[in-house]
């Protein structure tokens, strides 16, 4: 059980151990996280679409969410 109140229980919130950042799923989180044998973070307001739209964005929780649209 965690104790991080950033993650509670029940839900999809993810917490990257190697950067310390909060996603709101685990889709964002994967997509910040890259490599196979050696993980890297990669910032998430860096991570774009072939048109360079962000496809993340910090909401006023502190959770890394998509941009959807």
Same mark, same amino acid.
């Given at each position: 059980?965690? +104790?991080d109140p950033k993650l509670p229980p029940n839900t999809n919130?993810? !917490?990257?151990?190697?950067?310390? &950042?909060? @996603?709101? %799923?685990?889709?964002? @989180? $994967? ?11 990669? $910032? #998430? +307001? &860096?991570?774009?679409? !072939?048109?360079? !739209? #962000? &496809?993340?964005?910090?909401? $006023?929780? %502190?959770?890394?969410? %998509?941009?959807?649209?």
């Open positions: 059980m965690s +104790s919130y993810c !917490k990257c151990s190697g950067c310390g &950042l909060y @996603f709101g %799923g685990a889709s964002g @989180f $994967d997509m910040h996280r890259r490599g196979i044998q050696e993980r890297v973070c990669i $910032d #998430p +307001s &860096l991570i774009a679409d !072939k048109a360079g !739209k #962000p &496809l993340l964005r910090l909401n $006023d929780r %502190g959770y890394w969410v %998509g941009t959807y649209g």
